[in-house]
């Protein structure tokens, strides 16, 4: 199954199954959103309402109000290579809040403050089981579905220190979406590549499986420190081909198109503008 939040004809948010291009309302007074229908473990038999065309609708974040956002840094070796760190015993973890997430088909905002907006490709999990302390054999049983993110990375005040957050935390700097993708619409999640077009131009492509960290260490790992939750977030980590690696350098600018995409998880695509 395919689930997308989104706001109705009359911009009302709501949320619901995609099926094609035909959208079935799920939203109900028990179920307000898709944070709360995976909460209750309740996707499955939630009753349809009315239908949409996907035309008709406007995307909004996937999860639009995910209580926390974990980020994993440097999970592909290609990536740490290029940015000439050494490879670590346990993964880097940094969080993002969630207003500084946006849709499919939304415009990415670059700050004035920045000339250095670059990309990264990543895969999600969004958590559907809450727990702690998960062993890595029973974390898929906690994951509800996966959809593709894009990273944007204000690198100017990333590079400020040592230190992630004031980077990764601009509004409307964060992709998210299209779908949420149930876990039994994929058939090898290791043969998933990672894919960043901009402007057309291939720029990133590694499957998952090449993650330093897999999946279940991952949640794992994060699940140790703190409670995951049903609709937390969890961005897997970017391959190497990042922009700010790059000789010269490529940076996104206004009027530029990034995509990213997950193989049959989906893509999403957003135009970038200039902060007004």
């Known amino acids: 199954m395919r689930y997308i939040s989104f706001r109705r004809p009359d911009g009302t948010p709501s949320y619901g199954r995609l099926e094609g291009e035909t959208v079935i309302d799920l939203a109900s007074a028990a179920t307000p959103d898709l944070k709360a229908a995976i909460a209750q473990d ?14 008709d609708v406007v995307l909004l974040p996937l999860i639009p109000n995910p209580e926390k956002i974990l980020c994993v840094g440097l999970n592909y070796a290609s990536h740490v290579k290029e940015t000439g760190r050494e490879q670590k015993e346990h993964p880097a973890i940094f969080q993002r809040w969630n207003d500084t997430l946006i849709a499919d088909g939304q415009p990415m905002v670059r700050p004035p ?58 509004p409307a700097t964060g992709a998210f979406g299209p779908a949420l993708v149930t876990p039994d619409e994929i058939e090898d ?33 994060c699940s140790t420190f703190t409670q995951l939750n049903p609709g ?3 961005a897997t980590g970017t391959p190497g081909g990042v922009g700010d690696k790059r000789t010269p350098a490529l940076y996104m600018k206004a009027g530029d198109t990034v995509e990213v995409s997950c193989g049959t998880i989906g893509t999403i695509t957003n135009r970038i503008i200039d902060e007004i």
Request: glycine share 10%; net charge negative; proline share 5%.
């Open 42 to 55: 309740a996707l499955g038999a939630l009753t349809d309402g009315a239908s949409y065309a996907l035309q």
């Open 113 to 170: 403050e920045s000339i250095r907006f670059d990309y990264e490709g990543e895969l999600a999990i969004i958590i559907g089981k809450p727990g702690r302390r998960i062993a890595p054999e029973n974390a898929w049983d906690h994951i509800a579905g996966y959809a593709a993110f894009n990273d944007g990375s204000v690198r100017d005040w990333q590079r400020h220190n040592i230190q992630f957050t004031p980077g990764k935390n601009w």
């Open 232 to 234: 937390d977030v969890i």
């Open 189 to 221: 999640l290791g043969a998933i590549r990672v894919q960043t077009r901009l402007n057309g131009e291939l720029v990133q492509d590694q499957p998952v499986s090449d993650m330093i960290w897999d999946i279940p260490t991952v949640i794992a790992y």
